[in-house]
């Protein structure tokens, strides 16, 4: 016999046989279970990641333009206190408006950051108007007055955009968590199909009847020899 039809033999024997076929079947719902649910997660990981890199993007955005416009308010703030406390004290004009250029150029590296993420295109442009105003050496009302509309302008809109970015940031999260629940939802029910479909496969190859065996053929009679027969039929003469 020659090599390949022994190792056909046995591989028909010990490998690709009744009890092979059935372990195939019990195992072939986990399989596709197993490829489905990768496949699945693999699509939904990368909606999720792509989200989780705009999530990213908003979270920083919100920090870095909340501490601006909490850094703008608090100088904004202190300018206040301290301008009140010269008109008390009945200073001289030109104190109060040292004091004020002096708080403005504190706070304008924060309107500049402020416009840099309101405005990311033309920023500069924006900052152009206002670094002109506060940068000279002012002393008159409708100067302090044209900047502070500039600074007010500058703060809504800043509002406005936190306002934008809260909203957009609630939505990716929102969207994330309902990716991760379906992506859940779907690995329970193939989980649960393959324990039914493996449950169905073990009943049905279990309870396939085996097949009767060929019933027995009724013993031949044997035939006594001939000289058995012939002292038989001379003792019956006697």
Do not use: C
């Not at 496949?39 to 909606?47: E, G, Q, T, W």
């Not at 002393?139 to 500039?150: E, F, G, H, L, Y």
């Not at 703060?155 to 809260?166: S, Y």
């Not at 990716?172 to 649960?192: F, H, N, P, W």
């Amino acid at each position: 016999m020659r090599f390949g039809e022994w190792l056909a033999g046995h591989a028909r024997r010990y490998v690709w046989n009744r009890t092979t076929l059935v372990a195939i079947l019990l195992v072939s719902p986990s399989i596709v279970s197993s490829i489905a649910t990768f496949a699945i997660s693999n699509s939904l990981d990368r909606r999720i990641a792509r989200f989780a890199d705009e999530r990213d993007t908003l979270t920083r955005n919100l920090t870095a333009l909340d501490g601006q416009v909490k850094t703008f308010e608090t100088l904004q703030l202190s300018r206040g206190a301290f301008l009140l406390v010269l008109n008390g004290s009945q200073a001289d004009m030109q104190f109060k408006y040292l004091l004020d250029r002096l708080f403005r150029q504190n706070a304008k590296q924060a309107v500049r950051r402020m416009a840099a993420i309101v405005h990311p295109q033309d920023w500069q442009n924006r900052m152009a108007p206002y670094e002109a105003l506060v940068d000279q050496d002012y002393s008159d009302a409708k100067t302090v007055r044209d900047i502070q509309a500039i600074e007010n302008a500058m703060v809504m809109e800043a509002g406005a955009q936190l306002t934008a970015l809260q909203l957009r940031h609630n939505i990716v999260a929102g969207r994330m968590s309902k990716i991760e629940s379906l992506k859940t939802q779907i690995s329970t029910v193939l989980a649960s199909l393959t324990t039914a479909l493996t449950i169905a496969i073990f009943f049905v190859t279990t309870n396939r009847k085996a097949p009767e065996p060929p019933s027995a053929a009724p013993p031949e009679k044997r035939q006594r020899p001939a000289s058995a027969r012939r002292r038989t039929a001379d003792g019956r003469q006697l």
